[in-house]
């Protein structure tokens, strides 16, 4: 299994099943937004109707499926998940929103990826519980109103910037910006995670693992998971030598940083000579698509300070040279 930053954040789906917050308490984390959430929640409840809309974004892996999933259970009632790629005609939504139980929560992932036409008919299911559908062509067509049984549409982003002014303002609910975690909560989950597995897991391990997992849930899981098959596969107690030979194995450095951020960084200071260098440059130097680049290598390298973005593109930073001549954070 090959070490990328995208390998790191597989979607193996019995894992996210197993391990997936159930509850509140168990969502470690995003205080701010639990409370708020809940607050939106709790008042929809005491009203007897829906809660209005809510959106969620932030990078992979951070907890926004998870959220639309503790929303439906808070309000006891169904969910039906689907994505923006899947909705391409206005049929498919039509289909979807008029199949919808009464009282669905409506989970669209990547909700950015909804054309234009398809926002266009959301906006009065959105507002009116309404869809507008045209039966028909040409001077024959005609428009016919249909009533929606009521939801709540939770919709959840990567890439918050290409969802439209008024998409957006229609989460009345909120919207809300997933940070990356502390390495106090990711210790917090990992712990959490080593018990679902059964697992006994040393508190230096604990920690190891956290300082390794780029500050993402879905990536603490899924290394405590590659470090315990290491340990078992040598039939060794996870240790803190298991865990520092297991990550040397996988390619992980301390900060957690692989050998394709280092390809990154390395193609930046030399290729570009620290930059500032167009994403697409470097992307095409790379080998790499754009959307990649922001998606999966730049959020963390951004966060550690590494690389910063200008106006005339990426610029490696003091940190970031400091780090590609000692491997470490200084
Ligand atoms: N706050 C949290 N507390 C505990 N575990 C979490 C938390 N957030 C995420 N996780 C864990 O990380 C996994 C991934 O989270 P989730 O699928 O919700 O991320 P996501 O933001 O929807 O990612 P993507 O953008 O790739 O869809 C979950 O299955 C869960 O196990
Ligand atoms: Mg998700």
Not at 239 to 245: G, L, R
Request: with cysteine; hydrophobic share 40%; proline share 5%.
């Amino acid at each position: 299994m090959s070490s990328s930053p995208e390998a790191l954040l597989p979607k193996d789906q019995t894992l996210d099943a197993a391990l997936r917050p159930a509850s509140w308490d168990d969502y470690i984390g995003q205080e701010q937004i639990k409370a708020n959430v809940r607050i939106v929640l709790e008042a929809a409840k005491k009203r007897g109707g829906m809660p209005e809309h809510i959106l969620f974004y932030g990078p992979p892996g951070v907890g926004k499926t998870t959220l639309a999933h503790l929303v439906s259970r808070a309000l006891e009632t169904p969910l039906k998940s689907t994505s923006g790629v899947a909705i391409e005609r206005a049929s498919d939504l039509a289909a979807i929103l008029t199949n919808l139980e009464p009282g669905t929560i409506l989970f669209i992932d990547e909700i950015h990826q909804l054309s234009r036409k398809i926002e266009e008919l959301l906006y009065p299911a959105l507002e009116s519980g309404t869809l507008d559908i045209i039966l028909g062509k040409g001077p024959s067509a005609r428009t016919v109103e249909l009533s929606l049984p009521p939801f709540t549409l939770v919709g959840a982003t990567t890439r918050v910037a290409q969802i439209s002014g008024p998409l957006r303002s229609r989460f009345g609910g909120g919207v809300y910006q997933l940070d990356f975690y502390t390495n106090g909560d990711l210790e917090k989950i990992i712990r959490r995670s080593a018990e679902v597995l059964n697992l006994s897991v040393p508190k230096d391990v604990i920690v190891q693992i956290a300082a390794r997992s780029r500050a993402t849930p879905r990536i603490a899981n899924a290394l405590l998971k590659r470090v315990r098959d290491f340990s078992e596969v040598h039939e060794r107690a996870l240790s803190s030598v298991v865990c520092d030979e297991a990550c040397t194995l996988f390619g992980i450095d301390a900060l957690g940083l692989t050998k394709d951020d280092r390809r990154y960084l390395e193609t930046l200071d030399r290729s570009f000579r620290g930059g500032p260098a167009g994403v697409r440059a470097l992307a095409a130097a790379l080998h790499e698509d754009v959307e990649t680049l922001e998606q999966v290598y730049e959020p963390f390298l951004l966060r550690l300070g590494f690389v910063e973005r200008s106006l005339r593109g990426r610029i490696l930073s003091g940190r970031g040279r400091a780090y590609l001549a000692t491997g470490a954070l200084i």
